[in-house]
C-alpha cells in the first residue's frame, strides 16, 4: 500500500523558510510525478509545484522563484524548500502521487 508522510511544516515569521518534506512507501518512487498543493482556509485547493520521473519541474506564478522542489531518489522522498514567505502562503500543504494523498501539514506564516 503507497504511503505519503509530510513533514516540515509549522509557524514561521514572514519572509522566513521552510523545507516540506514527503515520504513515499510502497510505490516505485522513480516512475510517478510528483506534486504538492496546499489549501487555505475558505480557498479551494490549489497546485503549489510539480516534479515529474524526469526531474522537469512546474510552479505555481504564486510562488515562482521562492518555492523550489526536488527529489532525492535515494531516499523516496520530495522536498519543498520554501523561502520568502508570506502571509498568503499560510495553508495545509499535501503531497500527491496519483492516486494517492498524504495527510498534510500545516504552514502558518505570522509575525
Known sequence: ???LVESGG????????LR?????SG???????TS???????????????????GSTNYASS????????RDNTKNTVY????????EDTALYTCYRYP???QGTQVTVSS
Request: net charge positive.
Open 80 to 87: 519543498l524548500q520554501m523561502n520568502s514567505l508570506k502571509p
Open 100 to 102: 494517492n494523498w498524504g
Open 1 to 3: 500500500q503507497v504511503q
Open 20 to 24: 516540506l518534506s514527503c515520504v513515499v
Open 63 to 70: 510562488v515562482k522563484g521562492r518555492f523550489t522542489i526536488s
Open 10 to 17: 509549522g509557524l514561521v515569521q514572514p519572509g522566513g523558510s
Open 36 to 54: 504538492w498543493y496546499r489549501q487555505a482556509p475558505g480557498k479551494q485547493r490549489e497546485l503549489v509545484a510539480s516534479i515529474t520521473s524526469g
Open 27 to 33: 510505490s516505485t518512487f522513480t516512475i510517478y510525478a
